[in-house]
């Protein structure tokens, strides 16, 4: 779901009688690289431990995009340090996001645990075993992505020089309370089981719309918008899990504080004189499931500017994201257009509603949320919610 899950696991020849966590671990392996920025991943690493990172960038240019406070506790530590692209090993081979067979993959070839031929045929024979029922073409595909692993494994070289060691800041957005930064900007960062029970509310309520301060910062690629293209159905709003996505319409006149970064179109409805449309990303809070572009119904052909595009598309975030920031900033300055002006029978007219369940810890593409954020924005605070457990009680 792109949450922060963690795993302590043992190997050794005799059985292991070790019912504690692990606070001295010779291998450590990251799959997301958001982490790297928000999480002390050598909090638990003996000397000299190997360091795996999952890294969307060339070997040569991870050193310079680790945090310095990490950087600094790589020298410390004398710790080995290894990168994949693993997400791009997977697109390559045809696996789209599923980047698991690859990381074991690595995982086995660094952990000195079984000779690496070795590993990888067992790897390969579980892989027959779990997906034989989904066909040969699947087989081959992880099969081909296992062997297409070690090729783009590489060792980073750790260069001369020095950095300070800081601590990790709260993986929290600037402006929530005392509650939010003490209790849950803690268990954010992984420190809950710390916070004494007198921190907790005396009679169990618990502060709600705390989740806009939660910036996961997992996607990969992100939404962008095209534009001169749209035709403002408002499909991609309707869809999105995570309310990451959103429309609003209002008089031109607020585009004279609007960014450079900041988009806009003239409003297709009829009776909108003078207004302007924005179809705006929350960048951090995306988790890049795309389940936005599937739902755009534009196909645009050939022709010179766009050759068979829709009106968003996935694209690398890093090139986008300050841009995204900027405009969100203004975004968010608009006001949400009066509800007596809003059709609510429509999908048209429901993107332009407020969402006011957002930013849920739900998978990436969740199929349930987009329809809790939708009675939100139909019924608003008149609604009266209670829930049984399961992924809904987790998510919320």
Known sequence: SGSRTVSHLRFGPEPIDAPWLIEQASFIGCHQWGFVESVDLLEFAAEGATLLLNAPYEPDRVWAELPERLRARIRALNIRLYCIDGDRVAEQNGMGNRINTIMQTCFF????????????????????????????????RNFAAVDDTLAHLHQVAIPAGEEVASDYPLPLAPGGSEFVQRVTGEMLAGRGDRIPVSMLPVDGTYPTATSRFEKRDIAREIPVWHSDICIQCGNCVFVCPHAA?????????????????????????????????????YPEDCTGCGQCVQACPVRVGEDESHEG?????????APHLAGQKQALRWFESLPWPARERVDFSTVRGAQFLEPLFEFSGACAGCG?????????????DRMLVANATGCSSIYG
């Open 368 to 380: 349930e949320t987009p329809y809790l954020k939708l009675l939100t924005q139909l019924f608003g």
């Open 109 to 140: 070839a660094l952990a000195g645990i079984l000779p690496r031929d070795e590993a990888i045929a067992l790897i390969k024979k579980s892989i027959e075993k779990s997906y034989a029922r989904k066909g040969p073409e699947v087989v081959e």
């Open 245 to 281: 996505l959103r429309a609003k319409f209002y008089h031109q006149d607020w585009l004279a504080t609007a960014p450079e970064a900041a988009q806009s179109v003239p409003v297709t409805a009829r009776g909108f004189p003078d207004s302007r449309y924005t179809l705006q990303l």
């Open 309 to 317: 595009e829709r009106a968003i598309a996935m694209m690398e975030k």
